[in-house]
T-cell receptor
């Protein structure tokens, strides 16, 4: 049974560029949440998708947007990248509002 | 003040020791409490998931929740070098409390030495 998968593993971008990160949930899960984890910090909630709609959002600017597809996979898009966007981006999946399981993350470096 | 406070450590213990990890929180709406283990440069792995107050045991791990004190703990018995990782506490308010987004502590770095 495949767990949560994320792509790419690593990404290097320059300031002002745009990036798209991808997530496939654990088999049988229908809800995807995205988190940002800065070095030495705990993950911070970005938003959650259920039934292809954003259900809940954290304190992140509109530069952060997302999408969920009919097969429950999800994308995180970040526009106008800033140096401070450098972090590990984590995707977590769940069945409804039950416990969340995390993927390995995408490490984004903004130069 | 952060909603969830966690001592970042590092915490160093000898192999076989009992480890105690703790978090305090301020939001009384939190009802679901989790502990995740995160190895360096990896995603968090769910260890324990509990609802409301009480104890839950799973192998060498015991999670305790005291909602009256807004305090949660994770105990690791017979600690092993493979337990060396960062331990993150996480909490959510649940459906009636505003959704199940997770609020994390900063994580405690644990090293178990031979």
């Amino acid at each position: 049974d495949a767990g949560v998968t994320q792509s790419p593993t690593h990404l290097i971008k320059t300031r002002g560029q745009q990036v798209t990160l991808r997530c496939s949930p654990k088999s049988g899960h229908d809800t995807v949440s995205w988190y940002q984890q800065a070095l030495g910090q705990g993950p911070q909630f970005i938003f959650q998708y259920y039934e292809e709609e954003e259900r809940q959002r954290g304190n992140f600017p509109d530069r952060f947007s997302g999408h969920q597809f009919p097969n429950y996979s999800s994308e995180l898009n970040v526009n106008a990248l800033l140096l401070g966007d450098s972090a590990l981006y984590l995707c977590a999946s769940s069945l409804g509002r039950r416990e969340q399981f995390f993927g390995p993350g995408t490490r984004l470096t903004v130069l | 003040q952060k909603e969830v406070e966690q001592d970042p450590g590092p915490l160093s213990v000898p192999e076989g020791a009992i480890v105690s990890l703790n978090c305090t929180y301020s939001n009384s709406a939190f009802q679901y409490f989790m502990w995740y283990r995160q190895y360096s440069r990896k995603g968090p792995e769910l260890l324990m998931y509990t609802y409301s107050s009480g104890n839950k045991e799973d192998g060498r791990f015991t999670a305790q929740v005291d909602k009256s004190s807004k305090y949660i703990s994770l105990f690791i018995r017979d600690s092993q070098p493979s337990d060396s990782a960062t331990y993150l506490c996480a909490m959510s308010a649940g459906v009636t409390g505003g959704g199940n987004k997770l609020t994390f502590g900063t994580g405690t770095q644990l090293k178990v030495e031979l």
